[in-house]
């Protein structure tokens, strides 16, 4: 064992010896299969993550929510709707949610407009998001007006501002009471925006939904995993665009590094017949070169993903984030919990490092078992 | 030192700061579990569906509430607004061959 040690040693000396002869070529080539690595880490952890947390914090969304559609379109449940929904069975509860969008022309952003179901803020009051409330320079205690779709300015409290940690799904909304949001909106009484409903038991959730359309055929049941897939859908998406537009870059460094590992220069050439003709066995000279390729891989990998990774959390992906994140005047402010996917980074090791060790030993390979003589005159 | 010795104890460097990503994203979670949580109540608390990312339209502040119809909702052949619009994806099917546009849609807004 001693002895193999000593010999690799020896091996990886010799390596680095013959690297440091092309020493701008190589540093060159390390440089691009790290940067190729970092962004292509730095992609799939930032979405990764982005992917993860819309999964935990959507987790806790109503398992079904029944839109009622009218030609084709999202209208208001009328008053004895939830009572039909109320026979089927395994439904355990349900609650009409009040929601919907008002155009602020200050800040050129949309608000939701909500009704909380539990604590609503009292008549005259409301609460809102982080990002309007930055946005619109508010603070607790002080008063807005809003114009409704009807003309009329209605002036409001702000009671509390939603907190920080919460912006992610919060940034815009603005919590009111159900007066004050049927007063806004001119919202007939008895309806709804639409129903959340919970189910007895969990395996079920897609039995009731298919119960539902049958009894009520305007009705459009949306399943919890179906918001899931969505959001990962979304963010999938992205990450596609994002490695369609790096494919040119991933496609030119395949073409450099499957140049510089499988054609041989003639100086390699050479260098091989003279270490086959000092007495050098063909597998010297495929671990030699089996070194080569591990080491400038791994390193490349290595000093990548560890980059990627402070790029993404530690940095907060500045140079991606425009594209994974997407826009709005109300952006949110969040930082991204990291979540490493042990098979995403063994899919990385596998098509980077991989590849990259195997091209070196092919040609290695032909030319090494070649008469020394021939090798060294080309 | 040989460069044998300097160039394991650098991949062995890598390999530690590699190693301490796993640690140091372990830490960070722990370090966020208090803000998790309280997104979590707010979102069980008020019955929300979606992330408050892209508020510039109705089918991009609730991607998954969305009209069956969007993003081609303002008439049939119109084109999309806003850059978020066009970076969520198409529904699934509508980019086979052959497959109808409104059969895709409804099955990708179904999703």
Known sequence: ?378 | MRPADRALLALAAGICGFALCFVDAARLRSAAGPDEAERTRLVAQLRLTDLALFTEARYTRHPSQADLHSAFQDHPLALEHFPTGSLISPPAGSLTVGAGATAGREEGAAK
């Open chain 1, 1 to 378: 064992m001693k002895l193999w040690l000593a010999k690799q040693r020896y091996l990886i000396d010799f390596t680095l010896a013959s690297l440091a002869r092309r020493k701008t070529r190589n540093l060159g080539l390390l440089f691009v299969y790290t940067v190729l690595v970092f962004m292509l880490a730095s992609v799939t952890l930032y979405t990764h993550a982005l992917r993860q947390e819309a999964a935990r914090v959507l987790a806790a969304s109503p398992e079904v929510i029944v839109q009622r559609m009218v030609a084709g379109r999202h209208d208001l449940i009328p008053p004895g709707y939830m009572e039909r929904i109320g026979r089927i069975r395994g439904v355990q509860k349900m609650e009409g949610r009040l929601w919907g969008y008002y155009y602020d022309a200050v800040t050129k952003a949309n608000y939701t407009f909500m009704v909380p179901a539990e604590n609503p803020p009292a008549a005259g009051e409301i609460i809102v998001g982080p990002a309007l409330e930055r946005s619109r320079g508010l603070a607790k205690n002080n008063g807005i007006t809003f114009r409704s779709y009807s003309g009329k300015l209605h002036s409001f409290i702000i009671a509390d501002v939603l907190s920080q940690a919460s912006e992610l799904v919060s940034a815009d909304l603005v919590l009111m009471s159900e007066q004050n949001f049927r007063a806004f909106f001119d919202y007939p009484a008895g309806h709804y925006t639409d129903i959340a409903l919970s189910v007895a038991n969990p395996q079920e959730v897609r039995n009731v939904a298919v119960k539902l359309a049958a009894a009520l055929p305007d009705a459009r049941p949306i399943l919890r995993d179906e918001v899931l897939r969505t959001y990962a859908s979304i963010y999938d998406w992205r990450e596609g665009i994002v490695l369609a537009l790096l494919s040119a870059a991933i496609l030119a460094f395949g073409i450099l590094a499957w140049e510089k590992a499988s054609g041989l220069s003639a100086e390699e050439k050479r260098e091989i017949g003279i270490l086959k003709a000092i007495g050098w066995e063909t597998g010297d000279v495929i671990k030699m070169k089996f070194w080569e390729g591990l080491l400038i891989s791994l390193t490349a990998f290595l000093a990548g993903f560890v980059a990627a990774y402070v790029h993404v959390f530690h940095f907060a992906a500045s140079l991606f984030e425009p594209v994974l994140k997407g826009w709005a005047v109300l952006y949110p402010r969040f930082q991204l919990t990291p979540h490493i996917d042990g098979l995403q980074v063994a899919t990385l090791f596998f098509f980077t490092v991989v590849p990259y060790a195997a091209a070196v030993l092919v040609p290695i390979w032909k030319a090494a078992i070649t008469d020394p003589d021939s090798v060294m005159r080309g």
